[in-house]
Protein backbone atom coordinates (compact mmCIF):
# COMPACT_ATOMS: atom_id res chain seq x y z
CA UNK A 1 0.00 0.00 0.00
CA UNK A 2 1.51 2.86 -0.63
CA UNK A 3 2.01 6.61 1.42
CA UNK A 4 -0.51 8.71 1.97
CA UNK A 5 0.46 12.39 1.20
CA UNK A 6 -1.11 15.77 2.16
CA UNK A 7 -2.78 17.43 -0.79
CA UNK A 8 -1.33 20.45 -2.17
CA UNK A 9 -3.77 22.77 -0.14
CA UNK A 10 -2.67 20.81 3.18
CA UNK A 11 1.03 21.07 2.50
CA UNK A 12 1.12 24.51 2.18
CA UNK A 13 -1.28 25.92 4.94
CA UNK A 14 0.85 23.49 7.04
CA UNK A 15 4.05 24.79 5.83
CA UNK A 16 2.77 28.52 6.51
CA UNK A 17 1.53 26.97 10.14
CA UNK A 18 5.40 26.26 10.74
CA UNK A 19 6.77 29.18 9.53
CA UNK A 20 4.60 30.93 12.03
CA UNK A 21 5.56 28.91 14.87
CA UNK A 22 8.93 28.95 13.71
CA UNK A 23 8.95 32.75 13.67
CA UNK A 24 7.00 33.06 17.22
CA UNK A 25 9.55 30.53 18.79
CA UNK A 26 12.52 32.79 18.06
CA UNK A 27 13.86 29.41 15.75
CA UNK A 28 14.68 31.92 12.65
CA UNK A 29 15.54 35.82 12.43
CA UNK A 30 15.18 37.71 9.69
CA UNK A 31 15.04 34.91 6.61
CA UNK A 32 16.54 32.64 7.90
CA UNK A 33 15.58 29.07 7.68
CA UNK A 34 13.39 27.17 5.07
CA UNK A 35 10.47 23.87 5.02
CA UNK A 36 9.44 21.68 3.20
CA UNK A 37 6.36 18.92 2.77
CA UNK A 38 6.39 16.19 0.55
CA UNK A 39 3.18 15.39 -1.63
CA UNK A 40 4.10 12.70 -4.10
CA UNK A 41 6.88 10.39 -4.16
CA UNK A 42 9.06 12.89 -7.10
CA UNK A 43 7.17 15.92 -5.39
CA UNK A 44 7.71 18.65 -2.64
CA UNK A 45 6.73 21.97 -1.31
CA UNK A 46 9.27 24.45 -0.02
CA UNK A 47 9.68 27.76 1.18
CA UNK A 48 11.38 30.19 -1.25
CA UNK A 49 14.31 32.21 -0.81
CA UNK A 50 14.93 35.57 0.93
CA UNK A 51 11.42 35.55 2.79
CA UNK A 52 10.48 35.82 6.93
CA UNK A 53 9.17 32.38 7.72
CA UNK A 54 7.07 34.55 9.71
CA UNK A 55 5.09 36.47 7.14
CA UNK A 56 4.84 34.26 3.84
CA UNK A 57 1.61 33.63 1.65
CA UNK A 58 1.01 30.57 -0.37
CA UNK A 59 1.96 32.25 -3.61
CA UNK A 60 5.31 32.46 -2.66
CA UNK A 61 5.85 28.55 -2.13
CA UNK A 62 7.59 26.54 -4.52
CA UNK A 63 6.96 23.10 -6.36
CA UNK A 64 9.68 21.27 -7.04
CA UNK A 65 10.65 17.99 -8.11
CA UNK A 66 13.32 15.86 -6.00
CA UNK A 67 15.86 16.48 -8.90
CA UNK A 68 15.56 20.33 -8.02
CA UNK A 69 13.22 21.04 -11.16
CA UNK A 70 10.85 23.93 -9.83
CA UNK A 71 6.85 22.76 -11.24
CA UNK A 72 4.81 25.39 -9.81
CA UNK A 73 5.47 29.03 -8.48
CA UNK A 74 7.59 32.08 -9.25
CA UNK A 75 9.72 32.76 -6.45
CA UNK A 76 13.04 30.79 -6.02
CA UNK A 77 13.53 28.51 -3.59
CA UNK A 78 16.09 28.51 -1.34
CA UNK A 79 20.14 27.26 -2.09
CA UNK A 80 19.13 25.20 1.13
CA UNK A 81 16.80 23.31 -0.61
CA UNK A 82 19.57 20.97 -1.51
CA UNK A 83 19.70 19.79 1.99
CA UNK A 84 16.01 18.88 1.99
CA UNK A 85 16.56 17.24 -1.07
CA UNK A 86 18.95 14.91 0.06
CA UNK A 87 17.24 14.30 2.88
CA UNK A 88 14.19 12.98 0.82
CA UNK A 89 16.54 10.56 -1.71
CA UNK A 90 18.56 9.20 1.36
CA UNK A 91 15.38 8.20 3.01
CA UNK A 92 12.32 7.71 1.27
CA UNK A 93 10.04 7.41 4.96
CA UNK A 94 10.84 11.08 4.94
CA UNK A 95 8.02 13.18 4.65
CA UNK A 96 8.90 16.61 5.80
CA UNK A 97 11.89 18.57 6.58
CA UNK A 98 12.51 21.66 8.46
CA UNK A 99 15.83 23.65 8.50
CA UNK A 100 16.26 26.53 11.55
CA UNK A 101 18.70 28.03 13.63
CA UNK A 102 17.14 27.64 17.25
CA UNK A 103 19.46 29.50 19.60
CA UNK A 104 20.48 27.00 21.99
CA UNK A 105 20.88 23.79 19.50
CA UNK A 106 22.72 26.59 17.35
CA UNK A 107 25.58 27.21 20.45
CA UNK A 108 25.88 23.53 20.38
CA UNK A 109 26.11 23.38 16.20
CA UNK A 110 28.61 26.36 16.63
CA UNK A 111 30.54 23.99 19.20
CA UNK A 112 30.35 21.18 17.09
CA UNK A 113 29.15 19.15 19.89
CA UNK A 114 26.87 16.57 19.38
CA UNK A 115 23.52 15.80 21.72
CA UNK A 116 23.94 12.28 22.97
CA UNK A 117 20.89 12.45 25.65
CA UNK A 118 22.05 10.00 27.58
CA UNK A 119 20.50 12.18 30.86
CA UNK A 120 16.87 12.19 28.99
CA UNK A 121 14.24 9.98 28.90
CA UNK A 122 11.70 11.98 26.81
CA UNK A 123 14.35 13.21 24.22
CA UNK A 124 15.70 9.30 24.24
CA UNK A 125 12.17 7.87 22.88
CA UNK A 126 11.10 11.50 21.01
CA UNK A 127 14.32 12.23 18.87
CA UNK A 128 17.35 10.14 19.85
CA UNK A 129 21.23 10.89 19.55
CA UNK A 130 21.83 14.25 17.14
CA UNK A 131 24.99 14.13 15.35
CA UNK A 132 27.06 17.43 14.03
CA UNK A 133 28.03 17.19 10.89
CA UNK A 134 31.16 18.57 9.37
CA UNK A 135 31.30 22.21 8.99
CA UNK A 136 29.95 22.70 4.99
CA UNK A 137 29.63 25.93 3.32
CA UNK A 138 26.13 27.25 2.88
CA UNK A 139 24.84 26.79 -0.83
CA UNK A 140 27.44 24.46 -1.88
CA UNK A 141 26.96 20.41 -2.92
CA UNK A 142 29.05 19.85 0.90
CA UNK A 143 25.79 20.85 2.98
CA UNK A 144 24.17 17.27 1.33
CA UNK A 145 27.13 15.35 1.26
CA UNK A 146 27.55 16.34 5.01
CA UNK A 147 24.32 15.45 5.93
CA UNK A 148 23.74 12.10 4.09
CA UNK A 149 25.35 9.83 6.05
CA UNK A 150 22.81 10.93 9.04
CA UNK A 151 19.75 10.81 7.17
CA UNK A 152 18.78 6.84 7.59
CA UNK A 153 19.85 6.22 11.14
CA UNK A 154 19.31 9.66 13.15
CA UNK A 155 15.84 11.79 13.06
CA UNK A 156 17.69 15.24 13.10
CA UNK A 157 21.92 16.59 12.45
CA UNK A 158 23.29 19.84 13.90
CA UNK A 159 25.09 21.63 11.00
CA UNK A 160 28.52 22.66 12.57
CA UNK A 161 28.44 26.48 12.64
CA UNK A 162 25.35 26.75 10.70
CA UNK A 163 21.98 25.37 12.54
CA UNK A 164 19.57 22.59 12.89
CA UNK A 165 18.34 20.31 10.11
CA UNK A 166 15.26 18.09 11.43
CA UNK A 167 12.53 15.41 9.67
CA UNK A 168 9.87 13.14 10.10
CA UNK A 169 7.48 10.84 8.42
CA UNK A 170 5.31 14.32 8.31
CA UNK A 171 6.06 18.17 8.17
CA UNK A 172 4.41 18.15 11.61
CA UNK A 173 6.93 15.16 13.06
CA UNK A 174 9.80 17.02 11.27
CA UNK A 175 8.78 20.31 13.83
CA UNK A 176 8.21 18.79 16.54
CA UNK A 177 11.76 17.01 16.31
CA UNK A 178 12.82 20.93 15.92
CA UNK A 179 11.26 21.63 19.14
CA UNK A 180 12.50 18.47 20.70
CA UNK A 181 16.17 19.24 20.12
CA UNK A 182 16.21 22.61 20.93
CA UNK A 183 15.14 21.62 24.37
CA UNK A 184 17.38 18.79 24.54
CA UNK A 185 20.43 21.71 23.83
CA UNK A 186 18.80 23.43 26.36
CA UNK A 187 19.28 21.61 29.31
CA UNK A 188 22.29 19.85 27.92
CA UNK A 189 23.97 23.66 27.86
CA UNK A 190 22.93 24.15 31.67
CA UNK A 191 24.22 21.03 32.43
CA UNK A 192 27.28 23.38 33.74
CA UNK A 193 25.25 25.32 36.20
CA UNK A 194 24.84 21.56 38.31
CA UNK A 195 27.96 20.49 40.75
CA UNK A 196 29.27 17.12 38.97
CA UNK A 197 26.99 17.58 35.99
CA UNK A 198 23.83 14.93 34.95
CA UNK A 199 23.84 10.92 35.96
CA UNK A 200 23.54 9.11 33.14
CA UNK A 201 21.21 6.65 32.10
CA UNK A 202 22.51 2.96 32.23
CA UNK A 203 22.75 1.18 28.93
CA UNK A 204 20.28 -1.15 29.54
CA UNK A 205 17.39 2.05 30.10
CA UNK A 206 19.01 3.28 26.47
CA UNK A 207 18.12 0.38 24.90
CA UNK A 208 14.67 0.34 26.70
CA UNK A 209 13.96 3.50 25.88
CA UNK A 210 15.15 3.70 22.39
CA UNK A 211 12.79 0.38 21.70
CA UNK A 212 9.60 2.56 23.13
CA UNK A 213 10.89 5.28 19.95
Known amino acids: MGKNYPTDREAKELILEIGRRLYRKGF ?19 TPTG ?17 GEVLEGTAQPSTEIKMHLRVYKENSDVGGVV ?11 AAEKSLDGVFLTETLMGVGEVPCA ?11 DSI ?19 WGN ?12 EFFAQVTL ?9 PKL ?8 EKKR
Open 190 to 198: LEGLIPGGY
Open 51 to 67: VSKGYMTEAMLVKLSLS
Open 99 to 109: HAHSPFATCAA
Open 134 to 144: PFAMPGTDEVP
Open 28 to 46: VAANDGNISCKVGEDVIWA
Open 170 to 181: DLMQAFMRMESV
Open 202 to 209: TKEQIREL
Open 148 to 166: APFCKDYNAVLLAHHGVLT
